[in-house]
């Protein structure tokens, strides 16, 4: 199963905690393995023998205030526990970072898979993957049409001025790791900046959605849409627009973002883009504008990361090849944008 005391989780801490407000949940001793981790929160597998839960913590060594974001992932799964939307069961949050090293939250286990590459999809063959693909859709549709107040979620973010400030919050972030020259970025940034579509009624986001985020049961159904840490209230086109960056010709292979939209039987943008609109309702004439913006968003991400690594910070594999995927993306931006 893995080391008794995974980095960043202490056990004995942890039974200590759980045995005192969900008395007899645990069994024999806990073992704990990592189970996914890197730049988000990280994931544990813990286990007494017979049952199996998940732990979220954030990163190692992370400096911000986290007791918010722990908060915010456990709010909005236990919101959703009753919609349409598969989350796992929240079972225990705990904000106080001197039980295990930081904050954390307990929830079940839920098993699947997360398909992240292309060569796991063609197991399935085309026609799986493309109805796999159309039921993600779908998922998203049903997380779309949540009503945010009727789930307690009317506070869950600021949805007016979504868009501006997003534009500017990620302006901000390419300010601060610019390090050479990148031809269009700028032009990209002024034309989002000044073209800024009128958001439709605002809906609860989850703010990463892509089939490598959620996991998939024996019968290709979604079993649990997880990494609900960018999660908020505000433009729900802001998801379908970045599910479409990730699976477009633009997206670069080989920089760590997951190569899924390559397999055979995996819908087209304008497939995926139907399927949506017809089952939301929603006006989608615009787009193009979040397509761009989910361009640029990506650009300012992976350039982030190329600062990092230019400068020694980060060690790794792929992460040389992450510096040149940078202009693919903001063509990609421009071209959405000239598209409008």
């Known amino acids: 199963m893995g080391e008794i005391d995974p980095p960043g989780v202490d056990l004995r801490r942890l039974r200590e ?3 005192a407000e969900l008395p007899g949940l645990l069994g024999g001793d806990l073992r704990g393995e990592v189970i996914a981790g890197g730049r988000s929160n990280l994931t544990y ?3 007494d023998g017979s049952g199996t839960w998940v732990v979220r913590r954030p990163p190692l060594g992370h400096v911000l205030p986290t007791a918010h974001d722990m908060a915010r992932e456990h709010r909005v799964i236990t919101a959703l526990a009753d919609t349409a939307v598969p989350v796992p069961a929240a079972l225990l949050l705990c904000t106080d ?3 295990i090293g ?3 939250y307990l929830m079940e286990f839920v098993e699947g898979t997360p398909y992240r590459r292309a060569r796991q999809l063609d197991a399935l063959g085309a026609d799986r993957t493309r109805a796999l693909v159309l039921s993600m859709v779908d998922t998203l549709v049903d997380l779309h049409a949540v009503d945010p107040a009727a789930v307690g979620l009317a506070d869950f973010g600021r949805p007016d001025g979504f868009l501006e400030r997003q534009v500017r919050r990620w302006g901000k972030q390419l300010a601060a790791s ?3 020259d990148l031809p269009g970025i700028d032009e990209l940034h002024a034309g989002l900046a000044a073209g800024l579509p009128e958001s439709p009624a605002p809906t609860v986001v989850h703010g990463d959605y892509r089939l490598d985020n959620m996991l998939v049961d024996g019968g290709d159904r979604i079993a649990a849409v997880l990494d609900w840490e960018m999660s908020t209230l505000g433009d729900p086109l802001t998801d379908v627009a970045l599910l479409l960056a990730y699976g477009s ?3 670069p292979v080989g920089t760590g973002v997951s190569d899924a939209p390559r397999a055979a039987g995996y819908p087209s943008a304008a497939e995926i883009t139907a399927r949506y609109a017809d089952r939301s309702g929603r006006d989608v004439a615009a787009l193009d504008w979040y397509v ?3 361009f640029f968003k990506l650009a300012v991400i992976l350039e982030g990361i190329h600062y990092r690594f230019a400068q020694g910070q980060t060690v790794g594999a792929d992460f040389d090849r992450i510096g ?3 202009p693919r993306l903001i063509e990609g931006g421009l071209s959405r944008l000239a598209a409008r």
């Open 102 to 104: 930081a904050p954390f």
């Open 324 to 326: 040149a995927a940078v």
């Open 292 to 294: 761009g913006f989910a």
């Open 97 to 99: 970072p001197e039980v």
């Open 45 to 47: 597998r813990v286990t």
């Open 17 to 19: 905690h759980v045995d």
């Open 249 to 251: 010709p633009e997206m």
């Open 178 to 180: 610019r390090s050479r």
